[in-house]
């Protein structure tokens, strides 16, 4: 064994094996959730209870942003130790960084191709047909609303609220929680607001907090660009 | 036909109990039989602001668990007839309130003939205010003029349209109105608290009533007399006038503005 000795290192990478347990979940539903998930954890043991849990969900293709982020809190709530959400076709790192949770492919086990129809082709069709969303309910405080291409919103968007787009963000109404174009990278996304009094505004990860937005824009129609690296305000008349 | 009706607002002591004991009163008061139920299991305060601490031998839970029929649970109020309440658990594990148990309550309630059934949510957006909630038919949520409440009320309106019973079955939004509580103009007017309007357009629901900032409202809990019965009370109209409009009357808003003041006020009123 030879030992060069240079500066003292201060870390130290492990390949290590751990033990992780996957909650598969078939249904969203929050009460038959709590109940079952609280059943479960009462008749485990201890060991159970610390494991750190990767949710799989048995449905990907058809679940909802919203639904999941209750479920995420639900879990949570009962003292389930998450650490990732299962990345596959339809659930992404995004959608997992958006849940505060990490991502890990379960893939190399039994998950690439679970049926024929989630082959790659049949994907890329879905993800061309969903093209602009259109909201026409009020966006409420912990919701959150993502679409695959535009999205258009005719009601207020309140604080606390989250719209996420790989396109153009619109809103006929006052925004006054979060919108974020260009998720996907698209720098030519853009935003249209008719009332601009938003928590936050991005474009391709570039963004603007409340505190930082110019004041001429602040309750007013708005349209915000991407250029190069700085946001442009223009009024929208 | 019984309609259930919700009363919640996610930020707790902003008068959500004071608002059910209100409102059931009303509506028993014009001959309406109407049951108000506290979900609040583990936090009982509907029986005090009714008045009926004394008389409790059953709760909603024990009529659920089936140690009690719901005529054993449910309590007659002695002023108004028509008018029942059915306390919640102080001692019981809230998990006892299953969807299933709620809705044989509900259900055994509908048979007696019962026309409303308030629900009084408990604060909060956990399991207990989605139980109270699940059933709806209608909502009323109580907000107190300021952002904290506001943005708690905002996010329980969210969590309505997804999460009732009629949400689930496709049957959409049930419909949800503003009850805009501890209101006070002066205040409202030295910039201190969010106007009516602010609320309204935050919220963009209609509005069923403002019920103004009131020492009534204490002294009603203290007592354990309904504010409504107070029919002297600034707050006791309100919630009046709030009880006509639920029913479809069209009254105008009341409490709004400060009060002018008269000659003597204004020759030697302070401020």
């Not at chain 1, 009460?31 to 609280?38: E, M």
Request: aromatic letters at 4%; hydrophobic letters at 40%; proline letters at 3%.
């Amino acid at each position: 064994m030879t030992v060069a000795f240079e500066e003292k290192a201060v870390l130290e990478f492990k390949g290590r094996m751990m033990m992780m347990t996957v909650l598969l979940l078939k249904d969203l539903e929050p009460n038959t959730l709590h109940r079952q998930v609280s059943q479960r954890l009462e008749e485990a043991s201890q060991w159970l209870r610390d494991a750190p849990v990767v949710v799989d969900l048995a449905d990907p293709e058809n679940v909802d942003q919203v639904a999941l982020m209750a479920t995420v809190d639900t879990l949570r709530g009962l003292g389930v130790n998450l650490v990732a959400l299962a990345r596959n076709d339809h659930l992404d790192a995004d959608t997992a960084t958006m849940l505060g949770l990490g991502s890990i492919s379960l893939a190399g086990g039994r998950d690439i191709p679970r049926s024929p129809e989630t082959a790659p082709v049949a994907e890329e069709s879905t993800s061309e047909a969903t093209g602009t969303l259109v909201v026409d309910q009020p966006v409420r405080s912990g919701q959150q609303i993502y679409s695959r291409g535009d999205l258009i919103v005719l009601a207020p968007v309140s604080t606390g609220a989250e719209l996420l787009a790989e396109g153009h963000i619109h809103v006929y109404n006052t925004l006054r929680g979060r919108a974020l174009a260009g998720v996907r990278g698209d720098q030519s996304a853009r935003i249209f607001c008719q009332k601009l009094d938003a928590e936050l505004v991005s474009i391709a990860g570039h963004y603007r907090v409340a505190e930082d937005l110019p004041d001429q824009h602040r309750k007013q129609a708005v349209h915000i660009t991407l250029d190069g690296d700085a946001m442009r305000f223009a009024d929208l008349k | 036909m019984t309609k259930i009706v919700v009363v919640t607002s996610g930020k707790g002591g902003v008068g959500k109990t004071t608002t059910s004991a209100a409102l059931a009163t009303g509506l028993a008061q014009r001959g309406h039989k109407t049951t108000v139920i506290d979900f609040d299991v583990g936090l009982r305060n509907l029986d005090l602001i009714m008045g009926c601490e004394r008389r409790v031998v059953y709760d909603l839970v024990n009529v659920i668990s089936g140690d009690a029929n719901l005529k054993q649970g449910l309590i007659k109020d002695k002023r108004v007839e028509d008018l029942f309440i059915l306390p919640a658990s102080q001692t019981r594990d809230k998990d006892a309130l299953t969807l299933e148990g709620v809705e044989k309550v509900l259900n055994g309630l509908k048979d007696m003939g019962m026309e409303y059934i308030i629900c009084d949510s408990p604060a909060g957006i956990e399991k207990g205010a989605l139980t109270a909630a699940y059933f709806a038919d209608e909502a009323i949520v109580v907000t107190n003029p300021e952002v904290s409440s506001v943005r708690d009320s905002d996010r329980i309106l969210g969590i309505l349209s997804s999460k009732t019973r009629k949400a689930e079955l496709g049957e959409g939004d049930i419909p949800a109105s503003l009850l805009l509580t501890r209101y006070s103009p002066e205040r409202v007017e030295r910039g201190e608290m969010l106007s009516v309007e602010d609320v309204k357009d935050i919220l963009a629901i209609d509005l069923l009533g403002v019920i103004p900032e009131s020492q009534a409202v204490l002294n009603a809990s203290n007592s354990g007399a309904p504010v409504i019965l107070d029919s002297d009370s600034d707050a006791g109209q309100a919630y009046d006038d709030s009880v006509a409009r639920f029913l479809g009357e069209q009254r105008p808003h009341r409490f709004l503005t400060t009060s002018k003041k008269g000659l003597f006020g204004r020759l030697f009123g302070a401020q």
